[in-house]
């Protein structure tokens, strides 16, 4: 079982920065790509950033320079830092990994989602 929890949302001004976090946490071979999306109400959920093991990066048009997207495997963990934010920015951002799990003969990967943290970029 595995379990991607999400944390560092909250309410912060226009220009303002804020810095996500996903731990990954139960019994997990390896963790592969991780990526962060976001969905604002009324709207699709979209792709923000995306990493992949090997620390390869993409990123929407809308992230690029301002959004910035790391790892730390050892913590099972990936950041999202958010710089010079926007109200255009505030919707529920999730945490994505692809996650392999089993024993070497029996292994499975299957995407794993958090429950969304909340970011509010408001006056």
């Known amino acids: 079982q595995v379990q991607l929890v999400e944390s560092g949302g909250g309410l912060v001004q226009p220009g303002g920065s804020l810095r996500l976090s996903c731990a990954a946490s139960?019994?997990?071979?390896?963790?592969?790509?991780m990526a962060w999306y976001r969905q604002a109400p009324g709207k699709e959920r979209e792709l923000v950033a995306g990493?992949?093991?090997?620390?390869?990066?993409n990123y929407a048009e809308f992230a690029k320079g301002r959004f910035t997207i790391s790892r730390d495997n050892a913590k099972n963990t990936v950041y999202l830092q958010m710089n010079s934010l926007k109200p255009e920015d505030t919707a529920v951002y999730y945490c994505?990994?692809?996650?392999?799990?089993?024993?070497?003969?029996?292994?499975?990967?299957?995407?794993?989602w958090g429950k969304g943290t909340l970011v509010t970029v408001s006056s």
């Open positions: 994505n990994a692809a996650v392999t799990t089993g024993q070497p003969m029996i292994q499975y990967t299957n995407n794993y």
């Open positions: 139960g019994r997990m071979f390896s963790i592969d790509a």
């Open positions: 990493i992949s093991s090997g620390g390869s990066t």
